[in-house]
């Protein structure tokens, strides 16, 4: 096999592998859309639209690049000089995108801390439980109750004694003021599966949390979650979205080196025809 032979088969692989990127990407974004709290419930609650944008750029550039390496591939075995500039010029610009993107998203890793937080507690003050006629409200309202479930928190951010973990519903939310008929202290959504939700929800009218406190001095409810659910929700955002920043940068890695070999095999094709 000549030199031209070896080029187009390199030229072939990283195509294939651009491929594999490009489905990874798309399937990433899919899940992220349709898992436990959705891209775009999750950024009600996280006050950031990126998050919902970035599943849906993984979706998207992800078809394309799928689509697109194929069309490299066809062009380096059937030797088509004029698919591979098309491939080329279209990878090139997709290129961009994703390194524009990882970009976007590792910024978006950096800032979670403090903004993040401060957003989540003003969607759980100002819209958790109340004008549930708004669609607004009602998303946040479920994805929190979801969040809270399956996290096993209550609240935003801290332990027992925090003001803004269960004690925040009662200090401070619009939920406990004017929106929560039966005057439980947390929604049910903080308790624990197998609780007495009486008993967890301050209904009873026992001392302890959720009635007590914070500073906590007398009973500890055992059928309430005193966590705040930020932590547990951090991680689980910062998860998806490195991975997705992670699919990014592989596939910038990847388009590079199937540039450089379709460019090789374009001038290589010119070569021999020149003769």
Same mark, same amino acid.
């Given at each position: 096999m000549g030199t031209k032979g070896n080029i187009k088969c390199c030229a072939a692989v990283f195509h294939f592998l651009i491929f594999i990127a490009g489905v990874s990407s798309l399937s990433m974004g899919i899940y992220i859309i349709a898992s436990d709290y959705g891209a775009h419930q999750l950024s009600a609650v996280l006050g950031d639209e990126l998050y919902h944008v970035a599943a849906y750029i993984a979706i998207a550039g992800g078809t394309a690049i799928a689509i697109i390496s194929l069309c490299g591939v066809c062009g380096s075995l059937k030797e088509k000089k004029c698919v591979l500039v098309i491939y080329t010029v279209l990878m090139a610009i997709i290129l961009v995108i994703l390194l524009v993107t990882a970009i976007l998203l590792f910024v978006f890793v950096g800032q979670m801390s403090g903004k993040i937080q401060n957003s989540m507690k003003t969607a759980l003050?100002? %819209? &958790? $439980?109340?004008?549930?006629?708004?669609?607004?409200?009602?998303?946040?309202?479920?994805?929190?109750?979801?969040? /809270?479930?399956?996290?096993?928190?209550?609240?935003?951010?801290? $332990?027992?004694?925090?003001? +803004?973990?269960?004690?925040? &519903? %009662?200090?401070n939310s619009q939920w406990f003021k004017r929106g929560n008929n039966r005057k439980a202290y947390v929604p049910d959504s903080c308790c624990r599966h197998d609780g007495d939700i009486i008993a967890c929800t301050g209904l =009873?009218?026992?001392? #302890?949390?959720?009635?007590?406190?914070?500073?906590?001095? #007398?009973?500890? =409810?055992?059928?309430?979650?005193? %966590?705040?659910? &930020?932590?547990?929700?951090?991680? &689980?955002? /910062? $998860?998806?979205?490195?991975?997705?920043?992670?699919?990014?940068?592989? !596939?910038?890695?990847?388009?590079?080196?199937?540039?450089?070999?379709?460019?090789?095999?374009?001038? !290589?094709?010119?070569?021999? +025809?020149?003769?």
């Open positions: 003050i100002n %819209k &958790y $439980g109340v004008n549930l006629d708004h669609s607004e409200n009602r998303m946040v309202t479920e994805v929190w109750d979801l969040m /809270q479930k399956n996290l096993e928190c209550c609240g935003v951010h801290g $332990g027992i004694n925090s003001t +803004d973990s269960w004690a925040i &519903y %009662k200090t =009873n009218g026992t001392e #302890g949390t959720p009635i007590d406190g914070p500073p906590v001095s #007398g009973n500890i =409810n055992p059928h309430l979650y005193h %966590k705040g659910c &930020y932590d547990e929700l951090v991680n &689980y955002v /910062q $998860g998806h979205v490195l991975m997705i920043g992670g699919i990014a940068v592989a !596939s910038i890695v990847v388009i590079l080196f199937g540039l450089i070999f379709s460019m090789s095999l374009y001038r !290589s094709i010119r070569e021999v +025809d020149s003769y």
